[in-house]
């Protein structure tokens, strides 16, 4: 039931169904162990993962390298990376989930140098790769703006290893050209690549045409994702944002008319964060936390220190988390903040200049990578 819950994305139900085990006096096996470990994953739980890994040290089970995978991954997920490589480090035995669970994690967080030199060590120790391994890698790259050492992998990945690319390898070749500004030969490649009618690649085209401000390229794009997926959401926000950006406010509206006569709801931003034993939740403009007014009031003096002229009325969600992890966490602890949908230009230029002003590392994980801002600057560079 436990593993049932986490793979039908019911992680809450998980945990407390692992509650109830350890209330009736049964102990819990390690595939137990490792399901629980991944809600806590899912959950970006660090608090309640640190608690289980303790148990798994009484029961034994921190030497099993199953376990020790499943540890990695949630730590990164919770946003340590740190401690998910102080795990990986002391892992006596580790196998090539191990080696590209730590790439990956590398690469989610900003770190491409570390996930490629992870990657020549575990080549170097005779560990062969994966699907999962190379994935890992040129996220890294693409993350990490390494445009040649990016295609040179995709192109070993088949040549030396016989590993044929899938949709998300080809993915983030488009994502990794795109974001250099190479957005013709994104396009061509996208068209070649065997997938040009899968919409991950066109929607990392279109993250590239924002970025570059390739308006007529990125309204061409959204529409084709679109004509791809007509009853999701993202499609039109895509579009609609596209239009709102070039100052094309009519064709904004449009689009949203369009949503509203489709049906089309648009998922709503929702930031979490764990503060001892409780998962406090917001959505934009959020009133219904007890400490509302006490949190609306610490924004508003944070937002004076830097300046900023932000109505606090409809406020993105990862602000109001950040203004509580601010109030009730201890002055050394790092803010770690998880978001379902990418974090906007004006939050993670707020949030670097929070981490300057507050003297303050702030950990945002968003839909797609993690944010480090520490003394006004961010781990990925600006380059998102």
Request: a neutral charge.
């Amino acid at each position: 039931m436990i593993s049932g819950c986490v793979s039908n994305e019911q992680h809450e139900r998980a945990l407390s169904l692992f509650c109830e085990l350890l209330a009736i006096g049964r102990r819990p096996d390690l595939f137990t162990i490792c399901s629980v470990m991944s809600a806590c994953a899912n959950l970006a739980m660090k608090r309640s993962g640190e608690q289980i890994h303790g148990f798994s040290i009484k029961a034994g089970f921190n030497t099993r390298t199953a376990y020790g995978n499943v540890q990695i991954f949630m730590y990164a997920r919770s946003g340590d990376i740190d401690a998910a490589g102080r795990t990986f480090e002391e892992a006596e035995d580790r196998d090539v989930v191990s080696w590209s669970a730590m790439i990956s994690s590398h690469a989610q967080h900003g770190c491409a140098r570390d996930a490629l030199r992870l990657f020549k060590e575990m080549d170097e120790c005779g560990v062969a790769p994966n699907h999962v391994t190379f994935l890992g890698v040129l996220t890294a790259c693409s993350h990490g703006g390494l445009v040649d050492e990016g295609l040179r992998y995709f192109k070993s990945m088949q040549r030396d290893y016989g590993i044929n690319p899938n949709v998300k390898h080809s993915a983030c070749i488009v994502d990794l050209l795109g974001r250099a500004g190479r957005l013709g030969e994104a396009e061509e490649f996208l068209l070649d690549s065997g997938f040009s009618n899968d919409p991950v690649l066109w929607r990392a085209l279109h993250g590239s045409c924002r970025i570059h401000r390739d308006t007529d390229r990125g309204t061409r794009v959204a529409e084709r994702i679109i004509e791809l997926e007509p009853s999701a959401s993202s499609s039109y926000v895509l579009l609609y944002n596209m239009h709102l950006e070039s100052g094309e406010k009519q064709l904004a509206m449009r689009v949203r008319d369009l949503m509203k006569e489709k049906g089309v709801k648009k998922e709503p931003g929702l930031s979490w964060i764990e503060i001892g034993a409780s998962v406090h939740s917001f959505v934009a403009g959020d009133k219904s936390h007890p400490q509302s007014n006490v949190i609306y009031s610490k924004l508003h003096e944070m937002m004076m220190k830097i300046e900023k002229k932000v109505s606090l009325e409809n406020c993105h969600s990862e602000k109001l988390a950040v203004a509580l992890g601010m109030i009730c966490l201890p002055a050394m602890a790092p803010i770690r903040v998880m978001k379902n949908l990418r974090i906007c230009g004006d939050c993670h230029e707020t949030m670097k200049l929070f981490s300057e002003t507050e003297e303050k590392e702030i950990v945002v994980r968003d839909a797609i990578r993690f944010h480090h801002f520490r003394g006004g600057s961010c781990s990925c560079g600006d380059y998102w």
